[in-house]
């Protein structure tokens, strides 16, 4: 009995198997009705989805069409199929049932004409034509963002925007107005009765919004996760009002939102990616700017076959990934969380759709701009640069469903940090495409155009940006002074001015660096020229024309020894700038000896670096130090060379017997001598100022020194004989 269990349960798994419900993309052939549709656009979209194509020419296509009623009609009433969500985009239908079932479709014909064209199933191993090794990890429980109250002031939160010069942005009145930006999360509890977002809602900046996970207009449920994104953006309190404690502004305060729901946060299923696609497609339709999405999609999936491979990361495989890039060529701009698996040995990856060529990838930073461990690397599968940028995502501040500013971790809110700035970079350059704002704010990175396979390019500049692009139209030719007291208001761009507009030189932006002759009569004397501020300038040097610019100094070379007179102008400005120099002869090399007991301190006064120092013909010393010590005995010959041998040789020979001294002077009590160990003793004689002699004495070197306590107070001569060398020193008693 026990064997019979055994082989039913056994045999019941594998016979499940083959009617076991599948998930699958039915992607069809056509859209029969697509003239009609481009006939009357506005079926399609809407008026501000079709002014923003006309205004950076984008046509209408087949990819807008919607899918043909008919053909979802016909799936819809196939044996054993659900739909679960459409992509006019990608002319397909995420559908459910069994693989039999399925396959079947592939044989249905509405007026005799086939209509589907392909099947993917999210099994990998079904594909026959793309057969996929699945991943052998076991499914994971999706992580929560660590939540951390904290004493919070306005000054934290301000940090996210200052890190990206944001701040410049809302200073000229661009804080998101008119913008638009849907948000793609898991939901939007509280949203619609916190504090921090009463001003979005009294200003009606929520737009609308869809829960594609339950089929709702109620967009105000889901997990907590959305409304903390939402509020890096939209978050708003100032303390004190309307019985805020706190203060907190997000990054594009004065945008418009749409709110849709794509993700279900307790699972982690295929159906995710078409739902985000089908959501994407929503908020072209509705004319939406940028679409922020803090998710992403992997080797996650609750079920393990349905897992992706990091060579599925090129951006191109993934049903998301050629959605977004869809959405993309619609005009809109993607920000995308990079990931949280940086510190998964497993896969530290980026996820699905943060790998589409075109998505505006984030990793994230602390508050001090350092990278975050749990940030993913790129690059894709395909060697792609990914992420693109940072924003800070350790320690962000956010507002959570109770109302409280707290701060979490996670790409999840570098993203939006980012995407706020970026609408409200947009706003303040509207003729620009999705593609050059996008290209803007990865050359203004720190690290571009060099980057890390963790930070990307590093941490926009958007007031780089800003300042670099933006022309008010109080101030025509963009010098900073407005037209009405801008006397020169036709100054080329990146002109420097002074108070009136006009141009002016700061008197330090040329460094002239002269290199005098080398040696007597050679003529090698040098003139280097550079400057700070962009221009292209031109050198008369003693009537000779010379070009040069900021980055390409100019350098003249075996110039003759004697005055030269510079004069600088600039192409297309009236300056003119002269300067006067001189070329000195060549010299020697020269200097000076200090000799101690043991030790001879050299000293050049000229001569070029670096030096080779002999002592009795041997090399002893290479430096480039103007000042050096050797050890020397008495006789030694030091010879030091330059590293031009048309300076010459200098040469000290040594001599301790300039070295005998004494101390202290004045003296109380001992006269101490010093003197080299060459010498063995000295003769002491004292005189007075009349010449008398007082004292003699002989000195050795085991007791180098003399009692005069018994002299009078008043001034003597002292003199030391050695060697037959007399040394006279004068001395004062106290």
Not at 58 to 87: H, Q
Not at 564 to 593: D, L, T
Not at 599 to 611: C, D, E, M, V, Y
């Amino acid at each position: 009995m026990k064997n019979t269990i055994f082989i039913l349960l056994f045999l019941f798994p594998i016979s499940s198997a083959f009617s076991q419900v599948e998930d699958a993309w039915v992607y069809l052939k056509d859209k029969p009705n697509e003239a009609s549709f481009y006939a009357a656009p506005l079926t399609m979209l809407s008026q501000r989805s079709l002014n923003r194509r006309a205004r950076y020419n984008i046509a209408i296509d087949f990819k807008d069409v919607p899918i043909e009623s008919s053909y979802i009609s016909a799936i819809k009433n196939a044996s054993g199929i659900t739909i679960l969500a459409k992509s006019k985009w990608l002319n397909a239908l995420h559908i459910q049932g069994t693989k039999s079932n399925i396959d079947a479709l592939l044989n249905l014909e509405l007026a005799t004409f086939l209509i589907v064209d392909s099947i993917e199933y999210a099994n990998r191993r079904l594909n026959a034509s793309k057969p996929i090794i699945s991943s052998k990890r076991l499914p994971r429980t999706k992580k929560k963002q660590l939540e951390t109250t904290t004493g919070f002031t306005y000054g934290n939160a301000e940090n996210q925007l200052l890190m990206l010069g944001g701040t410049t942005l809302h200073q000229n009145d661009f804080t998101g107005f008119g913008m638009q930006i849907a948000i793609l999360d898991a939901g939007f509890p509280n949203v619609n009765t916190i504090l921090a977002f009463k001003r979005i809602i009294d200003n009606g900046q929520i737009l609308g919004g869809y829960d594609f996970v339950d089929r709702s207009t109620n967009i105000y449920g889901g997990d907590s996760h959305g409304t903390s994104v939402l509020s890096t953006i939209a978050g708003y309190l100032q303390d004190g009002v309307d019985g805020a404690t706190r203060s907190f502004v997000g990054t594009a305060p004065d945008a418009s939102f749409y709110l849709f729901r794509t993700e279900n946060a307790p699972v982690e299923v295929k159906l995710e990616e078409s739902l985000w696609v089908e959501a994407a497609e929503k908020a072209d339709s509705l004319g939406v700017d940028v679409i922020n999405t803090s998710l992403g999609y992997s080797v996650f999936f609750d079920n393990p076959e349905h897992n992706y491979t990091y060579s599925d990361m090129d951006g191109k495989t993934t049903f998301i990934s050629r959605g977004a890039e869809i959405a993309f060529s619609r005009g809109m701009i993607l920000v995308n969380a990079a990931g949280n698996e940086g510190n998964d040995t497993a896969w530290p990856n980026i996820n699905a759709p943060a790998d589409a060529p075109s998505v505006l990838t984030v990793g994230a930073v602390n508050a001090s701009g350092n990278i975050a461990s749990f940030s993913s690397f790129g690059p894709t599968s395909d060697d792609r640069i990914k992420p693109d940028v940072c924003a800070q995502g350790q320690a962000t501040s956010l507002i959570n469903t109770s109302g409280r500013v707290v701060t979490a971790n996670g790409t999840s809110f570098s993203s939006p940090v980012l995407a706020g700035v970026v609408a409200c970079l947009w706003q303040a350059f509207p003729d620009k495409t999705n593609a050059e704002i996008t290209q803007l704010i990865k050359e203004s990175a720190h690290l571009f155009p060099s980057f890390t396979n963790q930070e990307g390019y590093g941490i926009p500049n958007f007031k780089s940006i800003f300042e670099t692009n933006y022309v008010d139209d109080n101030d025509i030719d963009g010098d900073g002074i407005e037209n009405l007291v801008d006397s020169c208001p036709n100054s080329p761009k990146g002109t420097v001015v002074d108070e009136t507009g006009c141009f002016y030189m700061p008197s330090n932006n040329f460094i002239i660096e002269v290199i005098n002759e080398t040696c007597i009569d050679k003529n090698n004397g040098k003139i280097n020229i550079s400057a700070t501020i962009p221009y292209i300038y031109t050198a008369n040097i003693n009537g000779a024309n010379y070009s040069f610019t900021d980055e390409n100094a100019l350098a003249l070379t075996n110039l003759a020894v004697g005055p030269y007179e510079i004069c600088i102008s600039i192409e297309n400005q009236n300056f003119n700038q002269c300067f006067n120099v001189n070329i000195a002869k060549g010299e020697s090399v020269s200097g000076k000896v200090k000799v101690s007991s043991k030790f001879a301190l050299i000293t050049l006064n000229k001569g070029t670096p670096p030096f080779k120092v002999y002592l009795n013909g041997i090399e002893k010393i290479r430096t480039m130090n103007m000042a050096f010590e050797l050890p020397v005995k008495q006789g030694d010959l030091i010879e030091v060379k330059t590293n031009i041998s048309c300076e010459g040789v200098f040469s000290k020979e040594i001599n301790f017997e300039d070295l005998v001294s004494l101390y202290p002077n004045p003296i109380s009590t001992n006269v101490n001598f010093n003197f080299p160990t060459e010498i063995m003793g000295l003769n002491v004689t004292i005189y007075s100022v009349l010449g008398g002699v007082i004292f003699e004495r002989k000195i050795l070197k085991s007791n180098p020194k003399v009692d005069i306590s018994s002299l009078k107070k008043g001034l003597y001569f002292l003199q030391v004989k050695y060697n037959h060398e007399v040394k006279t020193f004068k001395i004062l008693k106290n």
